[in-house]
């Protein structure tokens, strides 16, 4: 999960913490889950945003100053003209993909998301499926209930359908999810900190609510590990001082991507509720962006590409 151009001591040290207070946050989450099973949906959805905001979207707001150097060299000064026109024009291509096709958006979005999330978090095949697939299939597999009304808001679809279809799968994603936990705890050279998360995150899935258990993994476990990647990718050095560079170059795009979001609240028609409108426009927002977001972490991996100056070059 290194980067050339990093120093991996650093970077493992930084994992090793960030593990840490991943698991004490999730235990904590996990106790007080009668609590969280009884927060009403516009409160759970509350706390996603607030952990999108906080880290899941700041977590891509840098992919303007990863490619920078590359596009230079190429574009000169119309680099981030050209790179913000084609981002947007590709998350706007999703959205309207979703408007269009609502169900087969989805259902996209969470194959590209389970790939994402398997290659941001792990290293050989099997991590990729397991640490990328928990995180939604253990949600489903534990509250189909909950995840068919969440999957019929977002799909504008009879949410009768969506329950019926994930209580005929609930046997399958079960063991589905149980297969993957006990491959990784079979598998040799196993490491104990990587065990602890897949076990942690599955019991989040299983016990905490859709939103909450879903905020947990991307907003604590997720993002904030790739963004103390990127954070020395890009200004490697004392951790402090490059988290603090991150937060200067994810900052404009954050507040450009609340801005925008903002907007879409306002224009969805008014008559849903202001809950339903809010989970559109968050899970709707985050398929538009993680397809040019994987775009440009796909671009990132090519090896010989520097994207980045003092000739580092990316990884995830």
């Known amino acids: 999960m290194g980067a050339s151009g990093v120093n991996p001591p650093v970077v493992e040290r930084a994992f090793a913490s960030h593990r840490r207070i991943a698991l004490a946050v999730t235990a904590a989450a ?48 119309a680099w981030l003209p050209v790179f913000l026109s084609a981002y947007l024009a590709l998350a706007a291509a999703v959205a309207a993909l979703w408007l269009a096709a609502p169900v087969a958006s989805l259902g996209l979005f969470l194959a590209m998301s389970a790939h994402h999330f398997g290659r941001g978090d792990a290293d050989d095949g099997l991590g990729v499926v397991v640490h990328g697939s928990l995180p939604i299939l253990a949600p489903c597999a534990a509250h189909p209930d909950a995840v068919s009304g969440l999957f019929a808001t977002l799909t504008a679809a009879d949410a009768s359908s969506w329950h019926a279809a994930l209580r005929d799968a609930q046997p399958v994603l079960a063991l589905a999810a149980g297969a993957l936990i006990a491959l990784h705890l079979v598998r040799p050279r196993r ?34 590990r790739h963004i103390l990647l990127v954070a020395q990718e890009l200004r490697p050095g004392p951790q402090l001082r490059s988290l603090a560079g991150f937060a200067r170059n994810a900052m404009p795009m954050t507040l450009a991507t609340a801005g925008l979001g903002a907007i879409a609240f ?37 090896p010989g590409l520097d994207v980045v100056g003092d000739g580092t070059q990316a990884a995830r």
């Open 191 to 224: 490491h104990a900190g990587a065990t602890l998360e897949v076990l942690a995150v599955a019991a989040a899935g299983a016990v905490l609510p859709p939103l909450v258990s879903f905020s947990i993994y991307f907003s604590v476990w997720h993002a904030p």
């Open 30 to 77: 996990l106790a007080l889950a009668p609590v969280a099973r009884n927060l009403d949906h516009g409160a759970q959805i509350a706390i996603l945003a607030i952990g999108l905001l906080s880290t899941g979207v700041p977590h891509g707001a840098v992919d303007h100053a990863r490619m920078a150097p590359a596009l230079r060299r190429r574009l000169g000064r």
């Open 266 to 302: 306002f224009w969805l028609p008014p008559g849903e509720p202001p809950s339903d409108r809010l989970l559109q426009v968050v899970f709707v927002g985050l398929a538009a962006l993680t397809v040019p977001h994987l775009v440009v972490t796909n671009l990132l991996r090519r």
